[in-house]
């Protein structure tokens, strides 16, 4: 037998090569590291997402905070006309009637804004766990991969709205029923409303990832954030919060100074403002989906999913 050339031994098509490693040797193939992360990671992994996929996560997020603001200022138009200014209330015995508009305004604000936004938590829970490996997603391919999940995320979602909207009633009601009485029962309702909006942060990004359906994308939410870590995920979570409401009030305080509190730049101000923080909570809410996933089960289910 002749001896033949040495050939290079072909590579796996489905896993890509490794580009780079990081500061702590860890192998890096898109916007983290494949390693445990830490704040720094989430805050540059994030930026990561946003400038390599600015389509799919900006001009998403930039057509939901459109959409919604304008569908809700129609809504409010339609149903419930303008409202008072605030400081007409100073001074007055309040009944119902004052009320009632403003809680209108919330009620309108949270359904518009909440059904949009389950079209933007399913970009980019497309979009990240694949950058995470190094892929770039199209605003179009991102929404065509999301469409298909909208109706597991759509019912996870009211699922959540049922069990939070039951633990606000139980911590409200006693209270207005029993006044100082009623705090013995609103004080548990709290505390479970509290360790349940951090347990089940998840579940509507396994409802896409994972296409589980509600009650089972809640329960692996909850396992989930307790197999790494409540207290680490609620601080992050807090964290992000505190920022990103800050950002919201500058803009919202620069716009108004600049347009002289116009329907525009109120609207622009809200448009903007939306776009970013929406963007970015829900890319490093992602990321923490996928460093918890792969902290408490190894990183290949998700590999092969990003694939």
Not at 279 to 292: C, F, G, K, Q, R
């Amino acid at each position: 037998m002749t001896d033949r050339p040495d050939q290079p031994e072909p590579q796996h098509p489905s896993i890509p090569e490794p580009r780079r490693t990081d500061h702590t040797g860890a192998i890096q193939l898109g916007i983290v590291a494949l390693r445990p992360l830490h704040l720094p990671d989430f805050v540059g992994g994030m930026f990561g997402a946003l400038r390599r996929n600015a389509g799919a996560l900006l001009g998403v997020s930039f057509g939901v905070s459109l959409a919604a603001e304008l569908l809700r200022r129609l809504l409010l138009t339609l149903f419930v006309g303008d409202l008072p200014p605030l400081d007409t209330l100073s001074g007055k015995q309040l009944v119902w009637a004052d009320f009632s508009p403003y809680l209108a305004d919330l009620v309108i604000t949270a359904a518009t804004l909440g059904l949009f936004t389950l079209l933007l938590v399913a970009v980019v829970n497309v979009v990240v766990p694949r950058a995470v490996f190094g892929h770039t997603t199209s605003a179009r391919h991102a929404l065509g991969e999301a469409g298909p999940t909208l109706g597991r995320l759509i019912a996870t979602a009211a699922l959540l709205v049922v069990i939070f909207t039951a633990l606000i009633a139980v911590a409200v009601l006693p209270v207005a029923a029993a006044g100082a009485g009623g705090i013995l029962i609103s004080i548990p309702a709290l505390v479970g409303l509290v360790y349940l909006s951090i347990a089940f942060t998840f579940a509507r990004a396994i409802a896409v990832v994972e296409g589980l359906g509600p009650s089972a994308a809640l329960d692996r939410s909850r396992k989930l954030v307790h197999a790494v870590g409540w207290w680490r995920l609620a601080g992050i979570t807090a964290l992000v919060g505190f920022v990103l409401g800050l950002i919201t009030v500058v803009v919202n305080t620069l716009f108004a100074r600049i347009s002289g509190d116009s329907v525009i730049g109120e609207i622009l101000a809200v448009v903007l403002a939306g776009t970013f923080t929406g963007a970015v909570s829900l890319t490093i809410e992602s990321l923490l989906y996928v460093d918890y996933r792969a902290r408490s089960e190894g990183i290949d289910g998700l590999w092969l999913k990003a694939g």
